[in-house]
Nanobody
Framework: VQLVESGGDLVQPGGSLRLSCVAS????????MGWYRQALGKQRELVAI???????TVADSVKGRFTISRDNAKNTWYLEMSSLKPEDTAVYYC??????????????WGQGTQVTVSS
């Protein structure tokens, strides 16, 4: 199983970006999909999670500005980011809880995509 992110870029404060993550490989089911970020010198932190049933959890620091969504048919999920701030600058990682066969679950991570918010 591989996760591949895309969409990271340099953007001005107040701007918007959309990150995408595609999962490929021998996938039986994707149980939850998420986004994490890690700023330089800081620990990796949760940004948002969406379950297979559509329930979402969003970090307080991005609530109202970031939205997570998914396309189950394409094994793809997205992070829509708006009103970006310099403190949103980080490497963003996608994450998924994936079953490659029934009753087997494992966490997978993408390679990360850089988001830089700066004027």
């Amino acid at each position: 199983v591989q996760l591949v992110e895309s969409g990271g870029d340099l953007v001005q404060p107040g701007g918007s970006l959309r990150l995408s993550c595609v999962a490929s490989g021998s996938i039986f089911s994707i149980n939850a999909m998420g986004w994490y970020r890690q700023a330089l010198g800081k620990q990796r932190e949760l940004v948002a999670i969406i379950t297979s049933g559509g329930r979402t959890t969003v970090a307080d620091s991005v609530k109202g500005r970031f939205t997570i969504s998914r396309d189950n048919a394409k094994n793809t999920w997205y992070l829509e980011m708006s009103s970006l701030k310099p403190e949103d600058t980080a490497v963003y990682y996608c994450n998924a809880d994936i079953s490659t066969r029934p009753f087997s679950r494992k966490d997978y991570w993408g390679q990360g995509t850089q988001v830089t918010v700066s004027s």
